[in-house]
Nanobody
Framework: QVQLVEAGGGLVQAGGSLRRSCAFS????????VGWFRQAPGKEREFVAV????????YYLESVKGRFTISRDNAKNTGYLQMNSLKPEDTAVYYC???????????????WGQGTQVTVSS
């Protein structure tokens, strides 16, 4: 049984930084891609970033490239999302998810963290 527990997030001023973590429990974490998604009020859940099981491949939403960095530590069974230069438009509930395939669509992911609010004030 796969479970994901998220940490990090909260309130930050524009230009600030936050680090999200996603702790995986289950078997064979290194086989799973880790994706990060976000959902703002009244909007659909959107892809933010994804990293392959080995960590060699990463993909980002265009608007976060150069500001956000996705990473993972397979020895610790944990994925991370470092968010720098945050903007008010980054405000949303952020979720991590894992899947055996790498992808950008939230519908492919079967396992999700609980989600955490990230609020960026102007």
């Amino acid at each position: 049984q796969v479970q994901l527990v998220e940490a990090g997030g909260g309130l930050v001023q524009a230009g600030g930084s936050l680090r999200r973590s996603c702790a995986f429990s289950g078997r064979s974490f290194s086989l799973y891609s880790v994706g990060w998604f976000r959902q703002a009020p009244g909007k659909e859940r959107e892809f933010v970033a994804v990293i392959s099981g080995s960590g060699r491949s990463t993909y980002y939403l265009e608007s976060v490239k150069g500001r956000f960095t996705i990473s993972r530590d397979n020895a610790k069974n944990t994925g991370y999302l470092q968010m720098n230069s945050l903007k008010p438009e980054d405000t949303a509930v952020y979720y991590c998810a894992v899947d055996l395939a790498i992808g950008r669509s939230p519908v492919q992911y079967n396992y999700w963290g609980q989600g955490t609010q990230v609020t960026v004030s102007s």
